[in-house]
Each structure stands twice: as C-alpha cells, then as structure tokens.
C-alpha cells in the first residue's frame, strides 16, 4: 500500500511539495554557513516526495531549538504554509484525506526540521 500511496501522492502534491524542499535547500547552499541547513533540506526534500511508510521522531537540544528558530524566520514558515494549503485542499475530498493528513505532518516538520530523525 505504502508504494501505491507514494506514487498517487507524488502526483498529487509531493512534487510539488519535494521541489519546493529542493528550492530552499539550494538557496541555503548558496552560502558555506548555510549548507548544513541545505543539505537538511534536500533530506526533507525525499521526505515530501515520498512520506508514506516513514515516521518523524521530534528531538534536539539547545542548538536544534536556536536552528529552528533562525530557520522559521527565514524559510520555515513559507513551506510551512504551502503544505498547509496543499493539505487543505486535499482534505475536501474523502480519498485526499490521507494525503492532506501527510501534507500537515509536513507542515509541522516545516516549522521545526532540525533535531527531527525520519525512519
């Protein structure tokens, strides 16, 4: 099922979503200070492309906390808000419901990528 959900998603959304992901981890990269945070971007990235059979476990310390709070300001809250729509918008319909429900997990990692671990 988990492979049958990744491919309906990634046409519903999870491009769309994992282009973005790529976007803002390019624009992080620009700078050598800011490549951890786009290489953390391009994880997430493959996270929204194909989130079906995997799990976000939230976690971190001070530097986690003071990452994210400079990463909302600066990109967190636009991802933030396009999966929100997204999520939206798929949950109108009884078959989008489970993909709107990805979209809002997505969301919340948006808000607070760093000290997250994907299994």
Do not use: D, R
């Amino acid at each position: 099922m988990g492979c049958l959900g990744n491919l309906i998603w990634f046409i519903c959304g999870g491009a769309l979503s994992g282009l973005s992901w790529c976007l803002a981890g390019c624009l992080w990269c620009i700078t050598i200070v800011g490549i951890p945070v786009g290489l953390q971007c391009f994880k997430l990235a493959s996270l929204s492309f194909f989130p079906f059979g995997k799990e976000v476990v939230y976690g971190g310390g001070a530097g986690s906390f003071l990452l994210n709070i400079i990463w909302i300001l600066v990109s967190g809250l636009p991802l933030a808000l396009e999966h929100l729509g997204i999520g939206l918008l798929l949950c109108v319909t009884i078959i989008g419901i489970p993909f709107g429900l990805q979209q809002m997990k997505l969301a919340k990692l948006a808000l607070m990528p760093f000290g997250a671990e994907i299994y």
